[in-house]
């Protein structure tokens, strides 16, 4: 006869199902559920502590997620994250995988999946994520598939690639440790891995062609039309323009970007061009060509006045007011550079007249005319006293440009803070708190822009998640849970008996923690061998594969809060789609485990 639940353990059970149905309805926001469950548990542990505890003990369990290691380290990775972007450090591997998405989408989709799952095998898979996560948000920002389509399957492959080695995760040695410990013979490294690689095959269809169709895309759809603005590209002695003509190159530039006027035959130094292009069009095609389209001193002076104050480099919209002293004038002409310090990267005019000679001047530069919007390039100060002398009207939409001369820096710390916990140097919390101070001390990141890194969605749930988990172990529900496993399974077949733990393990990882379901299971999945006279490898290797596949609950695992506040998921996105695929791994490496060890 099984014992009822003790009444803590039962509250507990209650409160996680509680806390489940709330973030699945989505009627209120994650913030609300996460600190309405610490404030739960806060008070029913005041009122009703655990034995042997004091009413104090319970406010430190219901509120130890704020200064948990796991929250110190999800918010140091984001601030990596936001080293890398905020620097540029991530544009070439970003326009790589571009032209492979520009290619075809679902086979950039399946190379990505493919290195995620293929990486994770040998590394950590956090530091994995870590490192691709800001390359696809880039891409989404470049027109690529939505952030919020390919993060939840790049996570879940990432995570079926660190099922496969026992030093893919640190869950997968805690495992093979206590067993160990309880007397198995320790498993190799790839021991399991041919299992892991079929199962893994089986789920690729869903993860590569069903998963991303289940997500919505969470980009906002500009529906205005786009400024484009003219201006005059000077070519310069490195360009690749130099000694060829122009349209043996357009194929490699940007498609909102065109050139006017072209000249004939092949082109020479310091040759201007008239151009236009959106404000991405023009920075790729700059970037490609090599030219320039402001004076190379001004552009200078910028850089080096930014280096020198530690401020960013901002791009902005200006419109040209009918008070202002420009109208008529020409860029040439305006004494712009001079007077402020910024440099106009372009002009854009409403419902251009095409072809009107009096818009320009002898030497081919556009006139200034009232309602014009210039694209200007300086520090804030500068940008700021310029729109105030010459009566421009600034726009929104100010963007600051990365701080391309610690690209290199930025990712020489990510490189070390990920090789230095893939190798086990360091633990991950270790690694990523240590690259985040350096991003500080370096100026990769400004301590004022801090909260753009972080999410105080993610936060809370973190912290929410980590009571859960904690009352859940601490109030002897998880015991109890097993205890009822393992006097139900004697009824089963083995496949039966494998699914179950696994089942059972699978539903402790999304709600407590890995290394709770871990540190649980793998005891019972022991003793359960025993019980029923079977190996205990393919039971174990069934609480193993159970600690992995945490792709249900945003909760269950760092990386999949990781890309919470980046993909806008809301928790529900997380259950629509992890649900089927932890049936789709359950029953193949339930299958396969009987088939492998002939049970």
Request: hydrophobic share 55%; net charge negative; charged share 10%.
């Given at each position: 006869m099984i014992a009822l639940p003790s009444f803590h353990a039962l509250a507990a059970m209650l409160v996680t199902v509680a806390m489940f149905v709330a973030f699945a309805r989505g009627r209120m926001s994650v913030e609300i559920i996460s600190l309405l469950t610490i404030a739960v548990i806060a008070v029913g542990l005041y009122f009703f502590p655990l034995p042997g505890t004091a009413p104090t003990d319970g406010l430190a369990l219901a509120f130890s997620g704020f200064g948990h290691y796991a929250l110190?380290?999800?918010?140091?990775?984001?601030?990596?994250?936001r080293g890398l972007v905020v620097t540029g450090a991530l544009e070439p591997a970003a326009r790589l995988l571009e032209q492979l998405f520009k290619f075809n989408l679902q086979l950039g989709l399946l190379v990505?999946?493919?290195?995620?799952?293929?990486?994770?095998?040998?590394?950590?898979?956090?530091?994995?994520?870590?490192?691709?996560?800001?390359?696809?948000?880039?891409?989404?920002?470049?027109?690529?598939?939505?952030?919020?389509?390919?993060?939840?399957?790049?996570?879940?492959?990432?995570?079926?690639?660190?099922?496969?080695?026992?030093?893919?995760?640190?869950?997968?040695?805690?495992?093979?440790?206590?067993?160990?410990?309880?007397?198995?013979?320790?498993?190799?490294?790839?021991?399991?891995?041919?299992?892991?690689?079929?199962?893994?095959?089986?789920?690729l269809p869903y993860l590569w062609l069903v998963m991303p169709r289940m997500l919505r895309d969470h980009r906002v759809e500009d529906t205005a039309v786009r400024r484009r603005f003219h201006t005059r590209l000077r070519v310069g002695q490195d360009s690749m323009l130099m000694g060829e003509e122009i349209a043996t190159v357009i194929p490699r530039l940007?498609?909102?970007?065109?050139?006017?006027?072209?000249?004939?035959?092949?082109?020479?130094?310091?040759?201007?061009?008239?151009?236009?292009?959106?404000?991405?069009?023009?920075?790729?095609?700059?970037?490609?060509?090599?030219?320039?389209?402001?004076?190379?001193?001004?552009?200078?002076?910028?850089r080096r006045k930014s280096d020198e104050q530690g401020e960013d480099i901002a791009v902005v919209e200006m419109t040209v007011t009918a008070d202002s002293r420009l109208i008529n004038r020409t860029l040439p002409t305006s004494g712009i550079a001079d007077l402020y310090g910024v440099a106009v990267l372009g002009i854009h005019r409403p419902e251009r007249l095409v072809g009107a000679k009096d818009q320009y001047s002898a030497g081919g530069d556009l006139r200034i005319s009232e309602g014009d919007v210039l694209l200007v390039m300086g520090l804030p100060g500068d940008l700021a006293k310029f729109a105030r002398a010459d009566s421009l009207l600034t726009l929104e939409g100010m963007r600051e440009l990365p701080r391309r001369s610690k690209a290199v820096l930025a990712a020489a710390i990510m490189g070390g803070a990920v090789a230095t916990a893939a190798i086990g140097l360091f633990p991950i919390a270790i690694s990523a708190l240590a690259g985040a101070i350096l991003m500080f001390v370096t100026g990769c990141v400004k301590f004022d822009r801090v909260g753009r890194a972080l999410s105080a969605q993610v936060i809370v749930?973190?912290?929410?998640?980590?009571?859960?988990?904690?009352?859940?172990?601490?109030?002897?529900?998880?015991?109890?849970?097993?205890?009822?496993?393992?006097?139900?399974?004697?009824?089963?077949?083995?496949?039966?008996?494998?699914?179950?733990?696994?089942?059972?393990?699978?539903?402790?990882?999304?709600?407590?923690?890995?290394?709770?379901?871990?540190?649980?299971g793998t005891p019972i999945a022991f003793a359960i061998a025993s019980k029923l006279g079977l190996p205990p490898e393919p039971l174990i290797l069934a609480v193993l594969f159970g600690c992995n596949l945490c792709y249900a609950t945003p909760i269950a695992y760092q990386t999949n809060m990781l890309i919470m506040a980046e993909g806008q998921y809301a928790f529900k996105d997380y259950v629509r789609t992890g649900v089927p695929l932890v049936l789709i791994m359950v029953t193949s490496l339930s299958v396969l485990l009987v088939m492998t060890y002939g049970l």
């Open positions: 110190i380290t999800i918010c140091a990775l984001m601030i990596l994250g990505s999946l493919v290195i995620a799952f293929v990486l994770s095998m040998g590394v950590n898979n956090t530091p994995v994520l870590v490192l691709l996560m800001p390359i696809f948000v880039a891409l989404a920002a470049r027109g690529a598939m939505s952030a919020s389509r390919t993060l939840i399957p790049l996570n879940a492959a990432s995570l079926l690639g660190g099922m496969a080695t026992t030093i893919g995760t640190s869950t997968n040695i805690l495992v093979v440790s206590i067993a160990v410990d309880l007397g198995m013979e320790r498993m190799g490294v790839f021991d399991f891995t041919p299992i892991v690689l079929i199962a893994s095959l089986i789920a940007p498609a909102d970007f065109e050139f006017h006027d072209t000249p004939q035959g092949p082109l020479q130094p310091q040759q201007r061009l008239n151009v236009s292009g959106t404000h991405e069009a023009l920075e790729d095609a700059l970037r490609t060509l090599k030219g320039e389209v402001a004076p190379v001193w001004v552009l200078d002076r910028i749930l973190v912290a929410a998640s980590i009571a859960i988990g904690r009352i859940i172990d601490d109030s002897g529900a998880a015991e109890w849970l097993g205890i009822v496993l393992s006097n139900l399974l004697s009824v089963l077949p083995p496949a039966g008996v494998l699914a179950a733990i696994m089942l059972f393990v699978t539903v402790l990882t999304n709600f407590a923690s890995n290394a709770t379901a871990a540190t649980v």
